[in-house]
């Protein structure tokens, strides 16, 4: 079972950053594609970005594109999602989610994800 924790969100101005961080204490953090996710109230989750697991690839979404970036620490079993430019419509809690790499493995996909965490919420003020 792998356990994820974010932390980071928090309560924030438009035009404003924050950076979300998600520990988990997996040995074999290398061997998972990491996710972030949100959910606002009322709504279905929806993807955001995602990272290979060597981190040499990553996808956003296109509501998040030029504004988030999405990183990964290997050696500290850390994903970020740095957050710039916040608007309202971010508001959201934002999830952490792991996938077990594999060749086809389909970045936007929620079910791709085996393994999630609690969420943290970010509330953008305008």
């Known amino acids: 079972q792998v356990q994820l924790v974010e932390s980071g969100g928090g309560l924030v101005q438009a035009g404003g950053s924050l950076r979300l961080s998600c520990a988990t204490s997996?040995?074999?953090?290398?061997?998972?594609?990491m996710g972030w996710f949100r959910q606002a109230p009322g709504k279905e989750r929806e993807f955001v970005a995602a990272?290979?697991?060597?981190?040499?690839?990553?996808y956003d979404a296109d509501s998040v594109k030029g504004r988030f970036t999405i990183s990964r620490d290997n050696a500290k079993n850390m994903v970020y999602l740095q957050m710039n430019s916040l608007k309202p419509e971010d508001t959201a809690v934002y999830y952490c989610?792991?996938?077990?790499?594999?060749?086809?493995?389909?970045?936007?996909?929620?079910?791709?994800?085996?393994?999630w965490g609690q969420g943290t919420q970010v509330t953008v003020s305008s």
């Open positions: 989610a792991a996938g077990v790499a594999r060749a086809g493995f389909q970045f936007p996909s929620q079910s791709e994800y085996r393994y």
């Open positions: 997996e040995r074999t953090f290398g061997a998972y594609a």
């Open positions: 990272i290979s697991w060597s981190g040499g690839r990553t």
